[in-house]
């Protein structure tokens, strides 16, 4: 009776207050925000899904006043003052108008009454995104909202409560008159925890341990062990991996290998073991090279942003203008996987017009464009930055120091007592007096070459080198060992550079190059110019004022040395050693080099005189060939002038610097990562073509978001640099509601199965509903109070009663709720194809647990006949390091793997945040023929023999134990038994890999 009181009293407040603004309405004009505040909801929700746009059903628009009044294909509409007139008001009151759901009294009620009142208008246009209707979400859509802790829900059975999470779960169980499945037995406890956790089936003494620890906090410590375990992050970087669309290959025509793609998936594997908080987590793959320009690892994590396909003939063989759209692909890939990853938005669907389904404008899309516009693929030399070079330098520069100290005395004593005048100059072998001019960025050649010079021109190529080239044919046989040139450049910063050097055929001296590599040092070229040789010298600096002396050269021992104005520059390297150069059949090469990656820009200068010696000259006769006075002393005069004493320590200095030289000379770290370049100015791309410049936009965010402000506070040419840092700052806001949301989601996702939203990358409209929303914005909360760790976050999940239920099926539970979204048992999983293949090896006894490093490549890379395209030929290759965990096999995206294919492993050139889980003759067929697997079934025998020799029985349970982690039943014993006197161990190893229990986990 209460209630019924209640619910009347609740009708007659509605109908009141539709009376009173019936009232109201009739009375007085309708006010702004009387339209805003009721009005436009309506029309947003009932009518503009279908009467508004670019192509309004009807041709009427109702979301302008403008339009409004226009009318559509039958004419005006609205009449202000006058419903009886106004069309639409005869189809909202006949119910013709909305056709499915006409609208409710009260409603009608307010049309009229605004349409009486003269319907003034309001905020013009109304916004479409205002509400949420039907066919789309708008700004009051739930995963928009603030996350807010809510209440622990009441239960009846406290009992079965492990932590609160639980709460949630069975409130909702009761709810539908549910009740939890019992706790899974220890056995299948261990067994899921190490899949789910390591990826790995556990080993039968972790088992025999865990069974043997009766303490009441045995499973806790099970937990934390296998948290702490380095194959922990193995496991869980490879379900990133999966979301960020991670390869090592570029994909497309060409679809070229990188080799150092791979140091981003170490980031990712140290990131989840070192528990990164997943805020900073998210920044350094964002702006990782501008938020710790210093640091190789930060600089590493930005591969996310670049682990996608590169279009590698789109971006440099097309015209210019299809290269501006092939720009446009690759920054919506970036968008739509930074959107879905951290936001579970698909932003990147508004690139041409505003979002269909999510409020998201399209103006916002080329926002987050502008933030991310100077991001570029490419590959970054790490090693200056590596703590261990810049110790090594430290310590050289403090030897060099000490050493010069020590010589200096002596060598200013010897240099005063000395009034020899220098050794004679040998005559060079070939010299010439000329003008070879350089091509500058605008096309322009300088200089003009003079005496028997063949000039070559546009479009030449020898070895490399493009633009204008001068050759000079040698009219004798000669083995070269040094080589000089004087030579002036201008643009002594930009990359590219010239270069002189000889050539017989495709063999090349070593020559002189400048900017090569190194913009603005000196550098010789070597081995056909596949790469140059830095001999670690200061900038130059002097080249752009007046001409500058520059030799190389070559001793017996294979040392090379460079000169600069007859001073020594740098340090010497060893190369692979010079050749005969036969006459009439070779010639000097005077020309251009190709300036920097992508770049190809080259420096305004000219060489004005080169020579050639057959032997390799001194340092003191190379100055006295420049025309410089020296200071030269050589180490044997030094060496007399010295005490035993000195001599020593002299020799003990020499000894370290060479080894701190050694120890410079094999660091090397590379990576793919993010190669930034200043932007230009952002613009709305009309229907996102190129060619249609709109609007200029600054980087920003979408405003949507709840709690966190959409405007950078950026100008349109803001650097580079503060485009990434304020997405960073903008997406891992503590009061982003999606940044948490999303991440606790594809946590549980990973743990159950499904997660509580369904679509981890869509918490859009087009994605599922949460089954439990309460629980997720529990989470979200805990996540954020908690420091955003990951493993606080795992560590609740797996210690819950939720997730340590038993996977028995429940007749009953099921007829309600047949996808188990409730969770009323934890449902049983298929291994995915890498844990497959790992679990076989380890049970073999095969597995490498090694970490970090470049991966195994299962397959040949060739380019194919006639092109520069890579091709991958799967192998079937064996050993060590070929059984490490499938994490690190090399991901080339034409690089499949048959095993792996048939089981649903995905393609890396897309976002994959839900695996298919399929059941095809395929699978049965390659784990019954699969190389692989009928390799690690005579593994896993041989392992059994070696371990049980002699005893069937025991091979029998010690395999049970390795595979299943329990021991036979007598019936399966039996069984085993007789397979393997009839075929043979090996046959039952097989038989095992391709068992449900083997390739599923309760």
């Given at each position: 009776m209460q209630h019924t009181v209640i619910h009347w009293l609740a009708a007659q407040f509605v109908l009141?207050?539709?009376?009173?603004?019936?009232?109201?309405?009739?009375?007085?004009?309708?006010?702004?925000?009387?339209?805003?505040?009721?009005?436009?909801?309506?029309?947003?929700?009932?009518?503009?899904?279908?009467?508004?746009?670019?192509?309004?059903?009807?041709?009427?628009?109702?979301?302008?006043?403008?339009?409004?009044?226009a009318?559509?294909?039958?004419?005006?509409?609205?009449?202000?003052?006058?419903?009886?007139?106004?069309?639409?008001?005869?189809?909202?009151?006949?119910?013709?108008?909305?056709?499915?759901?006409?609208?409710?009294?009260?409603?009608?009620?307010?049309v009229k009454a605004w349409i009486v009142s003269g319907a003034g208008w309001g905020s013009d246009r109304i916004d479409p995104f205002r509400a949420t209707t039907e066919k789309r979400a708008g700004y009051d859509w739930w995963a928009l909202q603030l996350v807010r802790r809510p209440s622990l829900p009441l239960v009846q059975n406290v009992r079965w409560i492990n932590n609160p999470l639980d709460a949630f779960v069975l409130s909702k169980l009761e709810a539908k008159g549910l009740t939890p499945s019992p706790e899974a037995a220890r056995l299948v406890q261990i067994r899921r925890l190490s899949f789910d956790l390591?990826?790995?089936?556990?080993?039968?003494?972790?088992?025999a341990n865990y069974l043997a620890d009766t303490s009441p906090n045995a499973y806790a410590k099970l937990v934390e062990r296998f948290l702490s375990s380095p194959q922990y992050g193995v496991h869980w970087a490879r379900h990133w991996l999966d979301v960020v669309r991670f390869?090592?290959?570029?994909?497309?025509?060409?679809?070229?290998?990188?080799?150092?793609?791979?140091?981003?998936?170490?980031?990712?594997?140290?990131?989840?073991?070192?528990?990164?908080?997943?805020?900073?987590?998210?920044?350094?793959?964002?702006?990782?090279?501008?938020?710790?320009?210093?640091?190789?690892?930060?600089?590493?994590?930005?591969?996310?942003?670049?682990?996608?396909?590169?279009d590698t003939v789109g971006q440099t063989q097309q015209s210019s203008a299809m290269r501006q759209v092939v720009r446009q692909d690759e920054l919506e890939d970036m968008i739509g996987t930074v959107g879905q990853t951290f936001l579970g938005l698909t932003v990147n669907c508004a690139r041409c017009h505003d979002h269909k389904f999510d409020p998201v404008r399209q103006v916002e899309y080329h926002r987050l464009a502008a933030a991310l516009d100077g991001v570029h693929h490419g590959e970054r030399d790490l090693t200056p930055l590596l703590k261990e070079v810049i110790d090594a330098k430290l310590r050289l520069a403090e030897l060099k120091t000490e050493l010069a100290v020590m010589e200096e005395p002596v060598r200013r004593q010897i240099l005063a007592q000395s009034k020899a005048s220098p050794e004679p100059v040998t005559p060079p072998i070939a010299s010439w007096d000329f003008r070879v001019g350089?091509?500058?960025?605008?096309?322009?050649?300088?200089?003009?070459?003079?005496?028997?010079?063949?000039?070559?021109?546009?479009?030449?190529?020898?070895?490399?080198?493009?633009?204008?080239?001068?050759?000079?044919?040698?009219?004798?046989?000669?083995?070269?060992?040094?080589?000089?040139?004087?030579?002036?450049?201008?643009?002594?910063r930009q990359g590219g550079g010239g270069a002189i050097s000889i050539q017989s055929g495709g063999t090349i001296f070593d020559a002189v190059v400048f900017a090569e590599m190194e913009a603005g040092h000196w550098m010789a070229g070597s081995d056909n110019f596949s790469r140059t040789k830095s001999f670690r010298g200061p900038v130059e600096r002097e080249a752009g004022f007046r001409p500058v002396h520059f030799a190389i050269s070559?001793?017996?021992?294979?040392t090379i040395t460079g000169y600069r104005n007859g001073r020594t520059y740098g340090e010497p390297y060893k190369s692979a050693g010079i050749r005969l150069f036969k006459a009439g059949e070779s010639e000097v090469v005077f020309g251009l080099r190709h300036g920097q990656a992508g770049g190809n820009r080259m420096l305004a200068g000219v060489i004005q005189r080169a020579q050639l010696y057959d032997r390799a000259l001194s340092p003191v006769e190379i100055a006295a060939s420049a025309g410089a006075a020296t200071d030269y002393v050589s180490e044997d005069e030094i060496a007399s002038r010295m005490t035993p004493e000195q001599s020593t320590h002299r020799q003990s200095l020499q000894a370290e610097i060479n080894a701190q030289n050694s120890r410079l000379a094999v660091q090397s770290r590379k990576a793919y990562a993010v190669c930034p370049r200043q932007p230009e100015i952002g613009h709305l791309l009309v229907r996102g073509n190129p060619q249609q410049l709109g609007e200029t936009v600054t980087a920003a965010g979408?405003?949507?978001?709840?709690?966190?402000?959409?405007?950078?506070?950026?100008?349109?040419?803001?650097?580079?640099?503060?485009?990434?840092?304020?997405l960073a700052a903008w997406i891992a806001h503590p009061r982003n509601p999606l940044f948490a949301r999303v991440m606790v989601n594809r946590l549980w996702h990973y743990h159950f199965g499904t997660g509580l939203v369904e679509t981890p990358n869509d918490f859009g409209f087009n994605g599922s509903r949460p089954s439990h929303p309460e629980l997720l914005d529990w989470l979200a909360s805990e996540f954020v109070e908690r420091g955003w760790s990951v493993k606080h976050l795992q560590r609740l999940i797996v210690l819950s009663a939720t997730y340590r239920q038993s996977s028995r099926s429940n007749p009953a539970a099921a007829a309600i709720d047949a996808g188990d979204r409730l969770l009323w048992r934890k449902s049983p999983l298929r291994l995915e194809a890498e844990m497959m293949r790992?679990?076989?090896?380890?049970?073999?006894?095969?597995?490498?647990?090694?970490?970090?490093?470049?991966?195994?490549?299962?397959?040949?890379?060739?380019?194919?006949?006639?092109?520069?395209?890579?091709?991958?030929?799967p192998t079937d290759s064996e050993g060590e390091a070929y059984n490490r965990r499938t994490l690190y096999r090399a991901w080339a995206r034409g690089g499949r793997n048959r095993l792996l294919d048939a089981f649903d492993c995905p393609d890396p050139s897309a976002t994959t945040p839900k695996r298919a889980v399929t059941t095809t003759p395929l699978q049965a067929l390659a784990m019954f023929n699969n190389s692989l697997v009928l390799r690690m079934a005579d593994r896993f025998a041989e392992r059994l023999k070696s371990e049980m020799p002699e005893d069937i029985d025991r091979q029998i349970r010690r395999a049970y134990w390795l595979a299943y982690g329990r021991a036979p039943k007598e019936s399966e014993a039996v069984l085993a038994k007789s397979a393997i006197q009839k075929h043979g161990l090996a046959v039952l190893a097989r038989a095992i890999f391709n068992s449900n229990e083997f390739l599923y986990v309760d």
């Amino acid at each position: 009776m209460q209630h019924t009181v209640i619910h009347w009293l609740a009708a007659q407040f509605v109908l009141m207050a539709a009376l009173h603004t019936m009232a109201r309405a009739q009375k007085d004009p309708a006010t702004p925000q009387d339209f805003d505040h009721s009005i436009a909801p309506l029309l947003v929700t009932r009518c503009l899904d279908c009467h508004s746009g670019v192509k309004p059903k009807g041709g009427l628009d109702l979301a302008s006043r403008r339009a409004a009044l226009a009318g559509g294909k039958s004419g005006p509409v609205l009449v202000p003052g006058k419903p009886s007139e106004s069309l639409l008001w005869e189809y909202i009151e006949s119910d013709k108008m909305p056709p499915k759901k006409p609208l409710p009294p009260a409603e009608k009620a307010l049309v009229k009454a605004w349409i009486v009142s003269g319907a003034g208008w309001g905020s013009d246009r109304i916004d479409p995104f205002r509400a949420t209707t039907e066919k789309r979400a708008g700004y009051d859509w739930w995963a928009l909202q603030l996350v807010r802790r809510p209440s622990l829900p009441l239960v009846q059975n406290v009992r079965w409560i492990n932590n609160p999470l639980d709460a949630f779960v069975l409130s909702k169980l009761e709810a539908k008159g549910l009740t939890p499945s019992p706790e899974a037995a220890r056995l299948v406890q261990i067994r899921r925890l190490s899949f789910d956790l390591l990826g790995l089936p556990p080993v039968p003494d972790d088992v025999a341990n865990y069974l043997a620890d009766t303490s009441p906090n045995a499973y806790a410590k099970l937990v934390e062990r296998f948290l702490s375990s380095p194959q922990y992050g193995v496991h869980w970087a490879r379900h990133w991996l999966d979301v960020v669309r991670f390869g090592e290959s570029n994909g497309f025509e060409y679809d070229e290998f990188r080799p150092s793609a791979w140091p981003y998936r170490d980031w990712v594997v140290r990131a989840f073991n070192q528990d990164l908080p997943y805020d900073a987590f998210a920044r350094l793959q964002l702006a990782g090279d501008v938020l710790a320009p210093n640091e190789p690892d930060a600089i590493e994590a930005t591969g996310f942003l670049v682990a996608g396909p590169y279009d590698t003939v789109g971006q440099t063989q097309q015209s210019s203008a299809m290269r501006q759209v092939v720009r446009q692909d690759e920054l919506e890939d970036m968008i739509g996987t930074v959107g879905q990853t951290f936001l579970g938005l698909t932003v990147n669907c508004a690139r041409c017009h505003d979002h269909k389904f999510d409020p998201v404008r399209q103006v916002e899309y080329h926002r987050l464009a502008a933030a991310l516009d100077g991001v570029h693929h490419g590959e970054r030399d790490l090693t200056p930055l590596l703590k261990e070079v810049i110790d090594a330098k430290l310590r050289l520069a403090e030897l060099k120091t000490e050493l010069a100290v020590m010589e200096e005395p002596v060598r200013r004593q010897i240099l005063a007592q000395s009034k020899a005048s220098p050794e004679p100059v040998t005559p060079p072998i070939a010299s010439w007096d000329f003008r070879v001019g350089y091509q500058d960025r605008t096309g322009n050649l300088h200089g003009t070459p003079h005496g028997d010079v063949r000039l070559v021109r546009d479009g030449a190529k020898i070895d490399g080198a493009t633009g204008y080239i001068a050759t000079v044919p040698l009219d004798r046989n000669l083995k070269a060992k040094t080589l000089e040139v004087w030579v002036q450049l201008d643009n002594l910063r930009q990359g590219g550079g010239g270069a002189i050097s000889i050539q017989s055929g495709g063999t090349i001296f070593d020559a002189v190059v400048f900017a090569e590599m190194e913009a603005g040092h000196w550098m010789a070229g070597s081995d056909n110019f596949s790469r140059t040789k830095s001999f670690r010298g200061p900038v130059e600096r002097e080249a752009g004022f007046r001409p500058v002396h520059f030799a190389i050269s070559y001793e017996e021992d294979g040392t090379i040395t460079g000169y600069r104005n007859g001073r020594t520059y740098g340090e010497p390297y060893k190369s692979a050693g010079i050749r005969l150069f036969k006459a009439g059949e070779s010639e000097v090469v005077f020309g251009l080099r190709h300036g920097q990656a992508g770049g190809n820009r080259m420096l305004a200068g000219v060489i004005q005189r080169a020579q050639l010696y057959d032997r390799a000259l001194s340092p003191v006769e190379i100055a006295a060939s420049a025309g410089a006075a020296t200071d030269y002393v050589s180490e044997d005069e030094i060496a007399s002038r010295m005490t035993p004493e000195q001599s020593t320590h002299r020799q003990s200095l020499q000894a370290e610097i060479n080894a701190q030289n050694s120890r410079l000379a094999v660091q090397s770290r590379k990576a793919y990562a993010v190669c930034p370049r200043q932007p230009e100015i952002g613009h709305l791309l009309v229907r996102g073509n190129p060619q249609q410049l709109g609007e200029t936009v600054t980087a920003a965010g979408v405003a949507a978001l709840v709690g966190v402000k959409a405007e950078f506070g950026l100008a349109p040419n803001a650097p580079e640099a503060e485009r990434r840092k304020r997405l960073a700052a903008w997406i891992a806001h503590p009061r982003n509601p999606l940044f948490a949301r999303v991440m606790v989601n594809r946590l549980w996702h990973y743990h159950f199965g499904t997660g509580l939203v369904e679509t981890p990358n869509d918490f859009g409209f087009n994605g599922s509903r949460p089954s439990h929303p309460e629980l997720l914005d529990w989470l979200a909360s805990e996540f954020v109070e908690r420091g955003w760790s990951v493993k606080h976050l795992q560590r609740l999940i797996v210690l819950s009663a939720t997730y340590r239920q038993s996977s028995r099926s429940n007749p009953a539970a099921a007829a309600i709720d047949a996808g188990d979204r409730l969770l009323w048992r934890k449902s049983p999983l298929r291994l995915e194809a890498e844990m497959m293949r790992d679990a076989m090896l380890s049970v073999a006894g095969q597995l490498s647990l090694r970490l970090n490093g470049p991966g195994f490549q299962d397959f040949n890379v060739a380019c194919a006949p006639g092109t520069t395209a890579f091709l991958f030929t799967p192998t079937d290759s064996e050993g060590e390091a070929y059984n490490r965990r499938t994490l690190y096999r090399a991901w080339a995206r034409g690089g499949r793997n048959r095993l792996l294919d048939a089981f649903d492993c995905p393609d890396p050139s897309a976002t994959t945040p839900k695996r298919a889980v399929t059941t095809t003759p395929l699978q049965a067929l390659a784990m019954f023929n699969n190389s692989l697997v009928l390799r690690m079934a005579d593994r896993f025998a041989e392992r059994l023999k070696s371990e049980m020799p002699e005893d069937i029985d025991r091979q029998i349970r010690r395999a049970y134990w390795l595979a299943y982690g329990r021991a036979p039943k007598e019936s399966e014993a039996v069984l085993a038994k007789s397979a393997i006197q009839k075929h043979g161990l090996a046959v039952l190893a097989r038989a095992i890999f391709n068992s449900n229990e083997f390739l599923y986990v309760d």
